[in-house]
């Protein structure tokens, strides 16, 4: 009764369920308590920034919400289902892919390999003997670059020879390429350690992957990049999620107040 009558009030249930909300988390690891009761919610096609000091507890959040470090308490709800991310296959599964700063390529091998990596089509099979079908492999990784829009001049080069902001791309090429999209994509310091002409090339890559509709979760720490692609930005603090505003009504001095500042408010 009280639902449907708070459901009137806010429009008639116009509200979807939430693509991700995560409740209380807590994590510790000995002593130290990285996580104190960490909430956050993300509406589907949302690009939510997570903003916060060192040692604030962003990786932390992330890696248990990618199954990488398990929490000790909370709940995890995926399309308003509760769910249990216990690895990073457990993760995968449920579409939550991860790109970390350090990329984790194959750099002896080329664009195609690197995006079907560990996950290659198969041309023919007998016994134990198998041949990938490159060629699919090719034109597949063609199709998703051009879907992001990147161009990658010879794409047959070892990936150890292209730009970061390629290197970049490349990741997520292979996060996003599964069949039907993916649910969750989270990028961890995404323009951290590129310059400036890949720098913009990145956030143009994630403004294509907004218009596609993707939900993003974006760790950073530079706020001019933060302010440029999200829709919201989640502040941390001392393990908790402190504060949460819309970009568009913010701005960056009272986020950075909300990150440094002096404590009055609680997420
Ligand atoms: N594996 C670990 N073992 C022990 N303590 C850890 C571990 N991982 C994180 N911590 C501690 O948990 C707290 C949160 O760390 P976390 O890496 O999540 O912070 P962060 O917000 O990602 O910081 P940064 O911006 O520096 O990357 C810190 O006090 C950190 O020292
Ligand atoms: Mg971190």
Redesign the pocket.
């Known amino acids: 009764m009280a639902t449907a009558m708070a459901e009137a009030m806010t429009g008639g249930g116009q509200e979807a369920v939430p693509l991700l909300e995560v409740k209380h988390l807590e994590?510790r690891?000995?002593g130290?308590?990285?996580?104190r009761g960490a909430s956050l919610t993300i509406q589907k096609g949302e690009t939510v920034a997570l903003v916060?000091?060192?040692?604030?507890?962003?990786?932390?959040?992330?890696?248990a919400i990618a199954g990488v470090?398990p929490p000790d308490g909370g709940d995890i709800l995926l399309h308003g289902e509760k769910v249990s991310i216990g690895s990073t296959k457990d993760a995968g599964r449920l579409g939550i892919e991860v790109v970390y700063q350090d990329l984790a390529l194959a750099n002896s091998i080329d664009v195609a390999g690197n995006v079907f990596l560990g996950d290659e089509p198969l041309k023919f099979k007998l016994g134990w003997f198998s041949v990938p079908d490159f060629k699919r492999m090719e034109r597949e990784t063609q199709a998703v670059l051009e879907r992001l829009r990147i161009k990658i001049p010879n794409p047959r080069r070892p990936v150890s020879q292209l730009s970061g902001g390629q290197r970049q791309a490349v990741a997520i090429g292979r996060s996003i390429r599964k069949e039907g999209g993916i649910s969750l994509l989270i990028l961890d310091?995404p323009t951290a350690a590129l310059g400036v002409e890949e720098v913009r090339k990145v956030l143009a890559l994630i403004r294509t992957l907004k218009e596609h509709g993707q939900t993003m979760l974006i760790?950073s720490?530079d706020l001019e990049h933060v302010f440029h692609v999200s829709d919201r930005i989640a502040v941390?603090r001392s393990?908790r999620v402190h504060a949460v505003r819309e970009t568009a009504k913010s701005t960056k001095a009272e986020i950075i107040h909300l990150i440094v500042g002096d404590i009055e408010e609680h997420g």
């Open positions: 994590k690891f000995g130290v308590r990285a996580l916060g000091d060192n040692g604030a507890g962003k990786s932390t959040f992330v890696k470090q310091e760790i720490h941390m393990g």
